[in-house]
């Protein structure tokens, strides 16, 4: 077995259908044991959430407010993999696939309130008295010593993982999507090649890695008041922008909305009948890559946001567990929902082809949005979109791998992880990324194992903060 094939093996195990089972099940136990809090209390959610938006908030020292730490959680989870991601899963699952992703979502919001609660009870402060918390501190103050490994193995995987999913195949993305866009307008500089270490990459590529590199220099040596003051910035623009074009090409191919729900519903559970042939794609395929999709888009289960949200200056457990739904919710069901809409309508429309069960990704997207944006304005929208989401998520992730190196090696040690991180921009425009996207994704997906024991071991404590809650809600009225 070749090192490239056992990197595939590893990634097929950390995304198969065990790991995958067990992220929807902790779902559905915690759905159970809060009587379905996602769904009775949403309007909660909602208006404790987005409905203070507005509203002036201050943090203290070593803290974000809860707006900037929802910002932050969302820069990492809404990412390329809203785009190119659900594109493929589409491509490769069928329309059904959509379905099983909107399954995970509407248990994993359970989930990540699940995670970002435990994270405010059991968060610390560190050597700089900043609020640290996450999979790694709920492990050790919620379940205690004895379970330690668990932690340290939780902070390997992301330590690690950051530097691919969070980092080099961001670079990556930024680069072929500001090349596309440079292209679309007549220039060449994509095509500029230069040959390095055995790889071939474009200037354009090199450029944006050391423009990366000197953008998360400055913003991550300002700690996690200035990630969070960014992000706040960044994530309501790159969403908007994103949301308006989407619904644009929706509403413009509105007569096939009717028709897309239909082969979503129906190819959930016969895909032949959704596509009206023999494509290849199982009902097993369907639900693997639709539920892969969603775990993987929305992070619920993974243990990354609730990192970013231990620092809220939020002293209620529950009130920013409540941040955890709004996310799911807004990745997943919004945003991902609008990409496979944008590609399913533009299909049946004829606006668009491409040949089921093989391989998507953004193109698909660009040529949608191009069919009714007009071909260089399309490619421009999602060049900026794509740019913004891969920028937000190296910011976001850059907070997750030091926090995780800080809790393995400590507070001081953690400026060796940030500098080797702020170089591995530059260093990772210029890889060839196949099997180093395997190697982050699987060991991202391994992330979510130790994290998921320690949520289920500690679900009687979320129970208990959620009735302590309401009872004093109840109390207040």
Not at 150 to 161: H, K, Q
Not at 190 to 206: A, V, Y
Request: charged fraction near 10%; include cysteine; glycine fraction near 12%.
């Amino acid at each position: 077995m070749t090192v490239s094939e056992f990197i595939t093996k590893l990634d097929d195990i950390a995304w198969g259908a065990v790991v995958l089972c067990l992220l929807v099940g902790v779902g559905i136990i915690l759905s159970i044991s809060t009587h379905f809090l996602q769904f009775r209390k949403f309007g909660y959610a909602m208006k404790n959430t987005v409905g203070k938006v507005f509203k002036k908030q201050k943090a203290g020292k070593g803290e974000v407010t809860p707006l900037q730490a929802l910002t932050t959680a969302l820069a990492a989870t809404v990412g390329t993999g809203n785009i190119a991601g659900v594109t493929g899963a589409i491509v490769i699952g069928g329309p059904g696939a959509v379905f099983w992703m909107w399954i995970s979502a509407l248990f994993g919001m359970c989930t990540k309130f699940a995670e970002v609660t435990l994270a405010v009870k059991y968060r610390e402060r560190n050597d700089k008295g900043d609020w640290v918390g996450g999979p790694m501190y709920y492990i050790k103050n919620g379940l205690g010593q004895g379970f330690g490994w668990l932690s340290v193995l939780f902070c390997i995987f992301g330590a690690l993982a950051a530097f691919g999913i969070g980092n080099a195949t961001q670079v990556q993305s930024i680069g072929e999507s500001i090349g596309s866009a440079i292209n679309a307008l007549g220039g060449n500089v994509q095509g500029t090649m230069i040959h390095f270490l055995g790889n071939d990459f474009t200037l354009c590529n090199l450029i944006v890695g050391i423009v990366v590199a000197v953008i998360v220099a400055l913003v991550l040596f300002g700690g996690i008041k200035r990630i969070g003051a960014v992000t706040e910035k960044i994530v309501p623009v790159m969403a908007l922008v994103y949301i308006i074009a989407s619904l644009i090409v929706i509403f413009a191919n509105i007569g096939q909305i009717g028709h897309v729900f239909g082969m979503i519903f129906k190819g959930a559970f016969n895909a032949e009948a959704a596509l009206g042939g023999a494509f290849g794609i199982t009902i097993s395929t369907s639900i693997t890559k639709g539920i892969a999709r969603g775990c993987f888009s929305n992070e619920a289960g993974l243990g990354s946001a609730p990192m970013a949200h231990a620092a809220s200056s939020e002293s209620n457990p529950v009130k920013q567990g409540m941040f955890g739904i709004f996310e799911v919710f807004m990745d997943t069901i919004v945003i991902c929902t609008l990409t496979s809409l944008v590609v399913l309508c533009s299909f049946c429309s004829g606006n668009v082809s491409f040949e089921w069960g093989t391989s998507g990704g953004a193109a698909i997207v660009s040529a949608s949005l191009s069919s009714i944006l007009g071909g260089g304005f399309g490619s421009i929208i999602l060049a900026v979109c794509l740019a913004l989401f891969a920028l937000s998520t190296i910011l976001s992730w850059s907070l997750y791998g030091t926090r995780c190196f800080e809790y393995l090696f400590g507070t001081k040690a953690s400026i060796g992880y940030k500098i080797v991180f702020i170089l591995f921009a530059i260093v990772g425009a210029t890889l060839s990324l196949n099997d180093a996207w395997n190697l982050a994704d699987a060991l991202n997906g391994f992330m979510a194992i130790p994290n998921l024991i320690a949520i289920l071991t500690l679900s009687p404590v979320v129970v208990k903060l959620v009735r302590e809650h309401f009872e004093e809600q109840k109390r207040l009225k």
